[in-house]
């Protein structure tokens, strides 16, 4: 940590800032740079981004085939979109959900029903957004379930969820410490990390139920 003294002239009062840090992001006498007072009364000083505008893709697809399928969803990811949605014909059957996943493993691409979406603008600050995408993940594992029962889609579904509670976690810590600015209260990121822990124990329960237990199954689908 470092310390520098207050410099006054007439009525207003300045701070030089570090020449490694300016240098580092570039700034220099014509550039902006974002003030923001936190909970405790720090000032914390950030470089101004220049962020493109993204544009949101929605398609609707006819086409059946997988391969098709899984070669329009890497072009929407790999492009610089803010989100993108591919509406099916026919919902797609566990079986087909199965071959899905065994080809793509994408974070933030969740297939629901007749719809493959992804907010592809999903980052470690939006632990609301990750959240969501947890839910899906968890919807579908439910229908899984009762369908199918396919153990390999199981076990899948049970690791991208464990993997979403970690994004949030670390999405929750980087706020917490200051390193990444993020656009939800306090309170509200407390509450996402109690609700991403219940949803990630429900998930380890939930997975331990046998074929027998359809109809308990079909009612916490339901909720």
Same mark, same amino acid.
């Given at each position: 940590?470092?310390?520098?003294?207050v410099?006054?002239?007439n009525?207003?009062?300045?701070?030089?800032?570090?020449?490694?840090?300016?240098?580092?992001?570039?700034?220099?006498?014509?550039?902006?740079?974002?003030?923001?007072?936190?909970?405790s009364?720090?000032?914390? @000083?950030?470089?101004?981004?220049?962020?493109? @505008?993204?544009? /949101?893709?929605?398609?609707?697809?006819?086409?059946?085939?997988?391969?098709?399928?899984?070669?329009? +969803?890497?072009?929407?990811?790999?492009?610089?979109?803010?989100?993108?949605? *591919?509406?099916?014909?026919?919902?797609?059957?566990? #079986?087909?959900?199965?071959?899905?996943?065994? @080809?793509?493993?994408?974070?933030?691409?969740?297939?629901?029903? #007749?719809?493959?979406?992804? /907010?592809?603008?999903?980052?470690?600050?939006?632990?609301?957004l &990750?959240l969501?995408?947890?839910? #899906?993940?968890?919807?579908?594992?439910?229908?899984?379930?009762?369908?199918?029962?396919? +153990?390999?889609?199981?076990?899948?579904?049970?690791?991208?969820?464990?993997r979403?509670?970690?994004?949030?976690?670390?999405? @929750?810590?980087?706020?917490?410490?200051?390193?990444?600015?993020?656009? &939800?209260?306090? *309170?509200?990121?407390?509450? +996402?990390?109690?609700?991403?822990?219940?949803?990630?124990?429900?998930?380890?329960?939930?997975?331990?139920?046998k074929?027998? /237990?359809i109809?308990?199954?079909?009612? *916490?689908?339901?909720?």
């Open positions: 940590m470092e310390t520098r003294k410099q006054k002239t009525n207003m009062h300045y701070v030089y800032m570090p020449t490694s840090w300016c240098k580092k992001h570039q700034i220099t006498s014509k550039s902006r740079v974002n003030l923001k007072e936190n909970s009364g720090a000032l914390m @000083i950030s470089p101004t981004e220049t962020k493109a @505008i993204l544009k /949101d893709l929605e398609i609707n697809l006819d086409e059946e085939d997988q391969d098709v399928i899984n070669k329009l +969803i890497i072009a929407c990811y790999l492009n610089p979109l803010g989100s993108f949605k *591919i509406n099916l014909k026919k919902e797609l059957t566990a #079986k087909k959900l199965l071959n899905q996943k065994n @080809i793509i493993s994408l974070e933030s691409v969740e297939i629901d029903k #007749k719809t493959i979406s992804c /907010d592809s603008t999903v980052t470690l600050s939006e632990p609301g &990750l969501k995408t947890m839910v #899906k993940k968890i919807k579908n594992l439910s229908v899984v379930l009762i369908q199918n029962y396919n +153990i390999d889609l199981i076990n899948r579904y049970e690791e991208e969820i464990d979403s509670k970690m994004l949030i976690q670390k999405s @929750i810590i980087n706020y917490m410490t200051m390193t990444v600015p993020v656009n &939800l209260k306090m *309170i509200d990121l407390y509450y +996402i990390s109690l609700i991403t822990v219940d949803l990630e124990r429900m998930v380890d329960y939930m997975i331990q139920l074929k027998t /237990d109809v308990f199954l079909e009612k *916490i689908s339901g909720v």
